[in-house]
Structures are given as structure tokens and as C-alpha cells.
């Protein structure tokens, strides 16, 4: 019993140490199997804790169906704190719980026996896990429009530009390229000036959320800075791309935002390829992003439209962080 005790307290620590949720999730897993010793076992996260970060933290589908998902959620939420339950299947139910809250649950399929103990600590290590999981999340994101920061805006850039995320085309389907916009609100200066700066946050606040319904759930919308905001998103093509984005600042521009009106954006894009650096990627969507407030605002522009020559095009020197 002990060693089980002393082990819970090291692998609690190891889970507190990883800094990046694709560790954390390796470490989590790897620490489960250890404990379970050959047993298997499914993690579930309820939906509202999921929307906010990744359905990829669902695992062990095998093990049970979605409805019995939804059965096992509904009877772990109603128990008291620290009890499991055993399923028709002898599944071991854990729920996850954080501040007296169900977070999620894990399924474990054994045909040894546990210790009352190490389901204790197994319970306790997946509140670590989430907990965790809901510290790295938090800290990826912006605290006023809760969009992604500019910090993981570049960890996400070289990942695309590594090739992560590409979706599979399917059946028949044409093959889908990332695009980054930068997206920035026209004259935010004379808001500030005209209504203050709270009224001027609201109004981030605002196009925050218009940029987020209008993108689908795989595409990344960041703030990139004061009023300035990016976006990584898939499309087939640069006309295609150009048709998302006007949709967007059509809906900007059509909305009426209560205290001030009329609020416009201006875009510029670009196709992500493999540049060296994520500069040359955001210099030349910004320079699209000029070229659209230069011809008026309320705009978007293509980079590809530009024609620029490459020696404008030097930019390895230029430090973005
Ligand atoms: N309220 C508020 N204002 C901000 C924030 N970050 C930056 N700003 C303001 O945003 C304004 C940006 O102004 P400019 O860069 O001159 O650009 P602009 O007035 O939007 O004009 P154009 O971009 O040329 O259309 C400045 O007044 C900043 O103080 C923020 O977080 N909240």
C-alpha cells in the first residue's frame, strides 16, 4: 500500500513538470498503464471542459460506446466525491473531479484485481492530469478576447510549416492548403479617443468573437496584439481563401456594434509554405495588410496579388519575439 502511495506522489510530480499537453498526455497514459499493470482503460472528458480544449484527449473508445458515455457520465456527476462505480460490462468508473466538479472520467478494464489505494491514486493522478491540462490551455490563451496569444500563434506556424495538422483529403475531395491572415481593425486609434479605452476593449471583445464563429473549429484564431488578430485556416485554394476571409469582413462590417456602430477590418494573406522563418511568413501577410489599408481599408488583399520582388523579400533578419 505504500508503495503505491510513494509511487502516486512521484508520478503526480511528473505530471506537474510537463510543459507541453503532448507530453503531458504521453505521460499521463504511460503512467495509467504502469499502474494498471496489463488492465486497459479509456479517459473521457465531458463536453463543455472539451470544447475548450482538444477532443484528442479522449481516448479508449474501444472500451465503451457513446451511449454508454453519456450513461456513465450521468452516474458519475451524481455520486459523492471519491467513488467509483462498476458497470454492467465490470468496468471501474473513476470520475475526475476538480473544485467538486465531474470533469471527466476513466473506464478501466482489468482482470486483476485493485486495491482500493490505487484507484484513490488513480483518481487523484487524473485530477492532476486535468488540471494540468486546463493550466497549459489557460496560459495559451489571450485573457481579455480568450483567443489564442501570439505566443502559440509561432509554436503553431512551425507546426504547420513542419506539416502537422494537414487534413487528409477525402474521398474525391480536392487537398486542402493552410492560409495565415492578419486581420486588423480600421481607425482603432479614434475609438479609443472617441469612446475610451473600456469601450475600445469591448470592441476587441467584440470582433474577437465574430472572427471565431466565422472560422470552423479546426482553423486557429489568435490576438495577435492590441487590435490586431491572426488566422490560420484551411482552404483549396487562394480564390477560396479570398471568399472566407470577405465573408468575414462583411459580417464585421455589417455588424452594429452598441456603442460605437460601424467597426471595419482589414486583411492580408498568404499560403503557408515552408519558409524558413515564421517572419517571412507574417511579413508578407502584412504586407498584404498594408497594401489593404493603403487602398482604403475595410479590404482584403492576397498576397500573391502583390507581385513583389524577391529581394523586397529579404527578411531573415527581422526578430519577431
Ligand atoms: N482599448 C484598447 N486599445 C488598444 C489595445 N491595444 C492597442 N490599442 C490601441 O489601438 C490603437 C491602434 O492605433 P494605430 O496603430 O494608430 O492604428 P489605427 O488607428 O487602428 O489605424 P489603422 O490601423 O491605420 O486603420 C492605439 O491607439 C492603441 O493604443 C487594447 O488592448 N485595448
Not at 480544449?53 to 453519456?70: C, K
Not at 470520475?95 to 487523484?124: N, Q, W
Not at 471568399?243 to 494573406?269: D, I
Request: aromatic fraction near 10%.
Amino acid at each position: 500500500m505504500d508503495k503505491v502511495l510513494r509511487c502516486g506522489h512521484e508520478w503526480a510530480i511528473a505530471l506537474t513538470e510537463q510543459l507541453d499537453d503532448s507530453d503531458l498526455d504521453d505521460v499521463y497514459q504511460c503512467i495509467l498503464e504502469k499502474a494498471l499493470n496489463g488492465g486497459t482503460f479509456g479517459l473521457w472528458l465531458n463536453r463543455t471542459f472539451v470544447a475548450d480544449l482538444l477532443p484528442s484527449f479522449i481516448y479508449g473508445n474501444e472500451l465503451v460506446n457513446s451511449l454508454e458515455v453519456e450513461s456513465y457520465f450521468a452516474r458519475a456527476a451524481n455520486l459523492p466525491l471519491n467513488q467509483i462505480f462498476l458497470t454492467r460490462k465490470g468496468l471501474i468508473v473513476l470520475p475526475i473531479r476538480h473544485k467538486e466538479k465531474t470533469f471527466g472520467m476513466v473506464c478501466i478494464s482489468s482482470v486483476g484485481k485493485f486495491e482500493d489505494t490505487l484507484l484513490v491514486v488513480l483518481a487523484y493522478l487524473s485530477s492532476v492530469y486535468i488540471n494540468q491540462l486546463a493550466t497549459l490551455h489557460h496560459a495559451r490563451l489571450d485573457p481579455l478576447t480568450e483567443l489564442l496569444n501570439r505566443q502559440t500563434f509561432e509554436q503553431k506556424v512551425v507546426q504547420i510549416m513542419a506539416g502537422a495538422g494537414f487534413n487528409q483529403p477525402r474521398g474525391g475531395q480536392p487537398e486542402r492548403a493552410w492560409f495565415l491572415a492578419m486581420i486588423d481593425i480600421d481607425h482603432f486609434k479614434s475609438v479609443n479617443d472617441t469612446y475610451g479605452h473600456v469601450i475600445g476593449d469591448e470592441v476587441i471583445l467584440m470582433v474577437a468573437q465574430l472572427l471565431k464563429q466565422n472560422f470552423r473549429a479546426e482553423d486557429y484564431v489568435f490576438r495577435y496584439g492590441g487590435e490586431e488578430f491572426a488566422t490560420l485556416f484551411q482552404c483549396v485554394s487562394d480564390t477560396a481563401a479570398m471568399q472566407a476571409l470577405e465573408r468575414l469582413r462583411e459580417v464585421v462590417s455589417a455588424h452594429r456594434f452598441p456603442q460605437v456602430g460601424r467597426v471595419t477590418v482589414s486583411l492580408g494573406f498568404v499560403e503557408v509554405r515552408d519558409f524558413c522563418q515564421v517572419t517571412s511568413l507574417v511579413n508578407r501577410a502584412d504586407m498584404a495588410l498594408y497594401e489593404s489599408k493603403h487602398q482604403g481599408r475595410n479590404r482584403v488583399t492576397a498576397f500573391s496579388a502583390l507581385n513583389v520582388p524577391e529581394s523586397q523579400l529579404d527578411d531573415s533578419d527581422i526578430e519577431l519575439f
